[in-house]
């Protein structure tokens, strides 16, 4: 029996058979072709793209119908990315000027876009590398004639083992026969993340050893268990452990259909204090998801998305476009929290070029880099200032780490107003701004920028990564990112502080805000708004209906004097089972 440790980006538990697959690696051998041949070597890449367009606007029709917008959205950005003159100009560059093959011009120019954003520090688009080898594979594809066979020999229930998984591999699939799926590389950000989570399939990746001793063409049937929720990868279990996970899975089914009954109640502690529960969201179409697992709206608009799946900056009817649709969903007078672009300085659109740093975690990124590029900035606030006219919108901005930075886009903002009063353009006055508290200096000066702000929103992601100096996208030091990292909590408490002397209210909208234990924590700590993934909501929400805003006082009240991020995970997860032990169901250690 081997027991392996990941990231967990699916909840659920699978056990099945064993399904590996052979580790890929795209390789084109450089060939050159004669001058004569220019013409009909660049007319065979032009057919080869459009063929793989009309395939993947196919692939994007299934995807969409059978896993939903947010998981077909990646054929959406390849499509983009095959009518981009950007990247078909060095192709066929490298056709005229080098005498190249096409099938060595096309894997060169995916290549070097894979480079870039495999040089990327946001595990956004990092994961996205594996995507980019997947079409530059489709379009060699069809210049070659040797199309990826789709995998009709899936068992029934079937755990799939592999290094990576691409996009068009995971939508092939026969999904009627996967149980689970489990991955070498990839993040919480991956596709393979995104279409598990929409499938409902558990799912585990960034597995260390995963594939190293496993055969893909041995056919000796063998059972894996995939525990999504923990990030617990078992092969070859024992009786034992196959009948404690089975017991598990049965506890799982159970407490997930209990979690429906609580969409429409409200997220009030036992003893009557209200949270207000909002989702996280990157697209407009995720805004259903939110409303219908009982959110009130939304914390966490991320609008990076609309730059990256095009070859220009988005217009300011572009962006009006994507808010007012959000608003139209969410309809009523429910909240949406617009974050500003949070992108570094070798992120850009498509058809821009990168310059890259030598760290981008600490170079031009979010407040900084939108604050350098203003045109693009105002773009964007000018489409925000006009959504705020239909809507309960609120501006935010991210990672800001001092006053400067905030008071300078605070005077754009301003300024953009008096210039819409002039020109008799509807907006809201009074339109709520705030910031992301997302590294020590924010936390630390809280009480200063309180007075700046109309909210805060602590992101705990990068605090955590900030403050402990880890990278959370790698595997290596992946044990050491923890969010009950005493310093961490002593920051966040200072940032609640801050705030409550200046009577402006605090929200979690990071990860670890959706986690059951975590977010006792969090209430504990003062905080009375937690926005959380989508599927997220319905499990926090019958945490706070069952507990106590005294019982999450004296909690965390306790963790706070811990040493050591262990004890404070260890204890803080003692006592919410004990106060609620069904949302605990199936994970390691629970009866």
Known sequence: ML?????????????GRLYALEEGGLRVARRKIAPGRVE?????????????????????????????????????????????????????????????????????????????????????????????????????????????????????????????????????FDRDKIAGLATKYGGKTSHTAIVARALGIPAVV????????????????????????????????????????????EKQRT?????????????????????????????????????TAGGEGIGLYRTEFLYLTRKTFPTEADHLEAYTQ???????????VIRTLDLGADKYALGHPAHSERNPFLGLRAIRYSLAQPDGFKTQLRAILRASALGRVRVMFPLVTSVHELRH?????????????????????????????EVPSAAIMAETFAREVDFFSIGTNDLVQYTLAVDRTNERVA???????????????????????????????????????????????????????????????????SITVGQCERIAKKAVAFDSAATVSAFVRDKARKIVPEAFAGRPGED
């Open 206 to 249: 960034g597995v260390s050893g995963l594939t190293d001793d496993i055969d893909p063409n041995d056919e000796t049937p063998r059972t894996v268990i995939v525990d999504g929720s923990s990030g617990v990868v078992i092969i070859d279990p024992d009786e034992a452990t196959i009948a404690d996970y089975v017991a598990r899975r």
């Open 479 to 545: 044990d050491l990112f923890t969010p009950t990292h005493p310093a961490v909590l002593r920051l966040i408490k200072d940032t609640v502080r801050g705030a409550r002397r200046h009577h402006i209210p605090v929200s979690c909208c990071g990860t670890a805000a959706g986690d059951v234990d975590y977010a006792v924590l969090l209430i504990g700590l003062g905080l009375r708004t937690l926005s959380v993934t989508p599927t997220d909501i319905p499990n926090i929400k019958r945490i706070i209906r």
């Open 255 to 291: 407490y997930a259909l209990s979690l429906g009954e609580l969409a429409d109640l409200p997220a009030v502690t036992a003893d009557g204090t209200a949270i207000q529960l909002l989702g996280n969201i990157e697209l407009a179409e995720e805004i259903n998801t939110v409303l």
């Open 40 to 172: 009909a070597e660049c007319l065979r890449l032009d057919e080869a793209l459009a063929a793989s367009v009309g395939e993947l606007e196919r692939v994007h029709a299934e995807a969409e119908q059978h896993m939903g917008s947010e998981a077909a959205n990646v054929f959406r950005f390849h499509i983009g990315m095959l009518h981009d003159r950007s990247m078909i100009e060095p192709m066929r560059a490298l056709i005229t000027d080098r005498l190249d093959a096409a099938e060595y011009a096309v894997f060169k120019t995916f290549r070097a876009l894979a480079e870039r954003f495999a040089a990327m520090p946001d595990s956004a688009f990092t994961t996205k590398t594996d995507d980019i080898d997947d079409l530059a594979e489709r379009v060699i594809g069809h210049l070659t004639g040797q199309i990826t066979a789709a995998h009709d020999d899936l068992p029934e229930d079937a755990v799939i083992l592999a290094s990576e998984l691409t996009p068009s591999e995971t939508v092939g």
């Open 409 to 437: 886009a605070k005077l754009i903002l301003h300024d953009l107003m008096e210039e819409f009063l002039e020109e008799g353009v509807p907006f809201d006055p009074n339109l709520k701004v705030g910031m992301m508290v």
């Open 3 to 15: 027991r392996l440790e990941g990231i967990p980006v699916s909840p659920g538990v699978a056990i």
């Open 326 to 336: 959000c608003l139209k969903l969410l309809g009523d007078d429910r909240p949406l």
